[in-house]
């Protein structure tokens, strides 16, 4: 048809998914900074809700660790 390839779509197609991106990363910017306020103490958190926030963060830096490869087996000679 001669017109302009868009890779996600037509053009308002574009600018809906710009717009929803932009408005997840506002949100989550939110979260993220309620969060350490309530971790200064300077935010009322629900109770429980820092232990929560710590639990969530070990699980995720757990998720993140590459395994670690298995300690290769001695073969019973000595270096020297």
Do not use: C, N, S
Not at 18 to 41: H, N, P
Not at 58 to 75: C, F, L, S, V
């Amino acid at each position: 048809d001669g017109g302009i390839v868009v890779i996600f779509g037509t053009l308002p197609d574009l600018f809906r998914l710009t717009l929803q991106t932009g408005l997840m990363l506002a949100q989550a910017q939110q979260v993220v900074a309620m969060r350490l306020l309530g971790a200064m103490g300077v935010w009322r958190l629900r109770p429980g809700e820092y232990t929560r926030m710590l639990v969530e963060k070990i699980d995720a830096a757990g998720d993140a660790t590459p395994p670690q490869p298995a300690p290769r087996a001695e073969t019973g000679t000595a270096h020297r």
